[in-house]
């Protein structure tokens, strides 16, 4: 039996595990994949201090290699559940079961697509999911920004401080965000409301440097088709924390909910990073979230092991 | 006038300055000393993901080099007081009064010291005050743990888990740590405890390489001096967190209180790293409340600018 199992090795992850690691814990990290995090997706990070640019495959091949270095052992494979027997955490997953005294889940989420032309391919080559991440990238160019919620329109708002020129492209005929979010937004000059719009294609160079260079977006009332050019495109039409594998208390987007030591509703059960209600999807909240998860891992199995004496 | 003013030019202090010039803000951070922060009197820092093992000045060096290359401003200057006028702070500073928009209070905290002989000179060579951050540099090693509240005795737990025997030294005849802390350390027989005792002095080797030997106590009730060898002493006899400069609601320790936001209970005054109510003191926990705090006073410049529209 694992002292702890850590479901995804991302930043919180991995930052878990070498904090457990170092608490004296026999401590296991679940991957889906190699490199794993959305970070990894990510063309140049520059908000990590200490790498003033680096890209994110590399700064997670370093987390990972600092894990194992510490001690941290990881298994590439599928969590299918996990199932709470009080002092005794089982793990399902596609080759067989795990057991472990403690579990953190830390599984990310991931933004929903428009599934349209382009989109992966000019993923991180202008097409972006974060302004916060990726805006200062487009400091005095065209962005185009896609969705009419409380994100599109508060990060619409952002990167008009830092672009010349914001188009905000919506489905309907008005946007969802709070009244005042958009009254902010609507007096901005720079921003451009294009409404009644659907997305249909990401044009860029395809040579030997990728860059998105425009849309195509079709007027849903009258079916017209028209083309804009654009540096970037941001993309708000919803996010999925990947949280089913977990019977635990969720916020109503399925976010874990957890306490200020990160404990969910159930005893042993800790949350770091993307999955959880995190007030920024940063880099390095997870990396925080995830040593502060290990922290409080650390106090709960050291309790068990004391009342077993 | 600045958009944002930093006080403190710890980890907190530079990661909201790399968040805050990335947003498109005009940003100061004021710093008492070249290069600040607690961890820089870390000899050897191995939490940090992405490096294995560096010095706390080395990891400081490269943060600020970030902070610098991304265009944030620094000055060396004692902060004597901040004024709260609204929609401008003024920071008087022993140097002249600065005008910003929003302020982050990133000062950090001090841990009290015993204040023997021994104590500055073997610091991080021995003597640490975060068993988090060093305790496992003791690996099957004798600690001393001198103090006799929650974090003593906490730490004494997680330190004897890692250590081969740990020693707590307090100056009363009981503890004063939550009964419930009590009960689990007097239940670790590794642990051994010296009431009604007090150190006298730290001495260790003083050549190429300084480490802690031993640790001279007294015995309170009879006056007698008793040597003890260790490799360690973990000092907990308080925390100071730097917060005397502002007026902000603070809890009865002194610590700023903040919500999920980092907000203060002033309006455009945020709080990040240990001088916070945070649940852990911790490098990567400043480093991310640096982040967050910047992206939330982002938010209220941003709000004063449209308001002046």
């Known amino acids: 039996m694992y002292d702890l199992i850590i479901i995804g090795g991302g930043p919180a992850g991995l930052a878990a595990g070498i904090y457990a690691v170092r608490f004296g814990h026999n401590t296991l990290i679940l991957e889906r994949s190699e490199i794993s995090g959305q970070i990894a997706f990510a063309d140049v ?13 590399e700064l997670m091949e370093k987390f990972k290699s600092h894990a194992l270095e510490v ?21 399902s997953t596609d080759s067989g079961d795990l057991e472990s005294k403690a579990v953190i889940i830390a599984t990310g989420a991931n933004p929903e697509h428009l599934n349209v032309p382009g989109e992966k391919e000019f993923l991180s080559k202008g097409v972006s999911y974060c302004a916060i991440c990726d805006g200062p990238f487009f400091r005095n160019k065209t962005i185009v920004v896609v969705g009419g919620g409380n994100s599109a329109v508060a990060d619409a708002i952002l990167l008009s401080k830092i672009a010349r020129k914001v188009y905000l492209i919506h489905r309907r005929d008005k946007l969802r965000a709070a009244k005042i979010l958009q009254e902010r937004a609507f007096a901005i000059p720079s921003i451009e409301f294009i409404l009644n719009a659907q997305i249909l294609e990401i044009i860029g160079s395809r040579g030997e440097i990728r860059r998105v260079e425009k849309v195509i977006y079709e007027n849903l009332k009258n079916g017209e088709k028209h083309e804009l050019d654009t540096d970037g495109v941001f993309i708000y039409v919803g996010i999925h924390p990947n949280t089913e594998i977990i019977d635990v208390e969720k916020d109503e987007r399925g976010f874990i909910k957890t306490n200020s030591f990160l404990e969910t509703s159930k005893k042993g059960v800790f949350a770091a990073g993307d999955c959880r209600d995190t007030p920024i999807w940063q880099l390095v909240a997870a990396v925080r979230d995830g ?19």
Chains 1, 2 share one sequence.
């Open 45 to 57: 990070v520059e908000n990590y201090p200490g790498f003033p640019a680096i890209s994110g495959v």
């Open 71 to 91: 001690g941290v052992e990881t298994k590439i494979t599928e969590v299918l559940r996990i199932h709470d027997e009080g002092e005794k955490k089982i793990i």
């Open 291 to 309: 040593a502060l998860a290990a922290t409080s891992a650390s106090v709960y199995i050291d309790s068990l092991k004391k009342e077993a004496t």
